[in-house]
């Protein structure tokens, strides 16, 4: 039998620790010259990396297709070691741009990376059993402010989190969010992802 729409199945959702990391492959931030949707991505001709935590340390491109502005960004070295980038915040942890996909929400602001990240908290929060399967240091989830994963903001939130999806896909300087503007606010957290020597 099927099941009935006046009480449909709950959402289920499984964390196996996905890390923010995972979502830094491409960050759709504001062009630093025209004000448009911009994206960071690995410098091209690279090696494609073998594990989720390369991304932190590989070069990157800020491109505009809007403007052509392009920019590169050389990992950061300290004493001898290149240090990882630190994801997390309202700007890219590379070119520290503020975020392309970023709306008020709950009194707050609510942001993503790209469509995939916006993708990865709806159905977290949209779910209404969350079961876990990883360490919370290791879960991107883990570390949602708890306005986003309560019960009472979901509705909002999910409307939130439609809003950045429809901003995904909008590029002009005058599509750009009211919310999307230099915070300061970028993760302080310095985990095993911090460090790389060669």
């Given at each position: 039998?099927?099941?009935?729409?006046?009480?449909?199945?709950?959402?289920?959702?499984?964390?196996?620790?996905?890390?923010?990391?995972?979502?830094?492959?491409?960050?759709?931030?504001?062009?630093?010259?025209?004000?448009?949707?911009?994206?960071?991505?690995?410098?091209?001709?690279?090696?494609?990396?073998?594990?989720?935590?390369?991304?932190?340390?590989?070069?990157?491109?800020?491109?505009?297709?809007?403007?052509?502005?392009?920019?590169?960004?050389?990992?950061?070295?300290?004493?001898?070691?290149?240090?990882?980038?630190?994801?997390?915040?309202?700007?890219?942890?590379?070119?520290?741009?503020?975020?392309?996909?970023?709306?008020?929400?709950?009194?707050?602001?609510?942001?993503?990376?790209?469509?995939?990240?916006?993708?990865?908290?709806?159905?977290?929060?949209?779910?209404?059993?969350?079961?876990?399967?990883?360490?919370?240091?290791?879960?991107?989830?883990?570390?949602?402010?708890?306005?986003?994963?309560?019960a009472g903001n979901r509705r909002e939130v999910l409307a939130g989190l439609a809003t950045l999806r429809s901003l995904a896909a909008l590029s002009a300087p005058a599509d750009r969010s009211?919310?999307?503007?230099?915070?300061?606010?970028?993760?302080?957290?310095?985990?095993?992802?911090?460090?790389?020597?060669?």
């Amino acid at each position: 039998m099927g099941t009935s729409s006046a009480h449909p199945a709950p959402l289920r959702h499984h964390d196996h620790g996905v890390h923010l990391a995972r979502f830094t492959g491409r960050i759709l931030v504001v062009c630093p010259r025209c004000g448009g949707r911009a994206f960071v991505v690995p410098q091209p001709g690279l090696t494609p990396p073998k594990h989720l935590g390369e991304l932190l340390f590989h070069p990157r491109r800020l491109a505009c297709p809007g403007c052509g502005t392009a920019a590169d960004h050389p990992p950061e070295r300290r004493d001898g070691a290149v240090v990882g980038a630190r994801p997390g915040g309202t700007e890219d942890p590379f070119f520290r741009q503020p975020l392309w996909l970023q709306t008020r929400c709950a009194g707050r602001i609510l942001w993503a990376y790209d469509e995939e990240h916006v993708d990865a908290l709806a159905a977290y929060v949209g779910a209404h059993h969350r079961v876990k399967h990883a360490s919370p240091t290791l879960s991107m989830f883990a570390r949602l402010p708890a306005w986003m994963k309560s019960a009472g903001n979901r509705r909002e939130v999910l409307a939130g989190l439609a809003t950045l999806r429809s901003l995904a896909a909008l590029s002009a300087p005058a599509d750009r969010s009211d919310a999307a503007h230099p915070r300061g606010d970028r993760s302080r957290h310095t985990g095993s992802l911090g460090f790389f020597r060669r």
